[in-house]
């Protein structure tokens, strides 16, 4: 396993937060060198410690580790049941709505 792309993403989604290495690495109660190390994908990382960064960073692990996992109908059908899970029906008849339009529209190309 290629540890850069990890750290690279993780680094990307820490970004987006507007977050430092040593601010994101206090949040998750690791050092700032560690940090480091995983962004620029030196170490690897811990599952306790990937766990608290997902948290942190508000994504997936799946979404981190994408450059690793085959991706099957049967993982995008439960990505999609994992994003509506616990949404009204509105929500989930606006979701489907949209998929359905772009769909349409890459149809139509």
């Known amino acids: 396993?290629?540890?850069r792309y990890l750290g690279q993403r993780i680094r990307e989604e820490r970004l987006?937060?507007?977050l430092t290495q040593e601010q994101l690495a206090e949040e998750i109660d690791i050092s700032s060198s560690y940090m480091g190390q995983i962004e620029r994908g030196?170490?690897?990382?811990?599952l306790d410690t990937l766990v608290r960064l997902v948290n942190k960073l508000g994504v997936t692990i799946d979404?981190?580790?994408?450059?690793?996992i085959?991706?099957?109908?049967?993982?995008?059908?439960?990505q999609l049941k994992q994003l509506i899970h616990g949404r009204d029906f509105k929500q989930k008849q606006m979701a489907l709505d949209v998929i359905k339009v772009m769909f349409s529209h890459v149809d139509d190309l």
């Open 1 to 3: 396993m290629d540890y």
């Open 63 to 68: 979404y981190l580790l994408q450059d690793y």
């Open 70 to 78: 085959n991706i099957s109908d049967d993982n995008f059908i439960n």
């Open 42 to 46: 030196e170490r690897s990382v811990t």
């Open 16 to 18: 987006k937060l507007n």
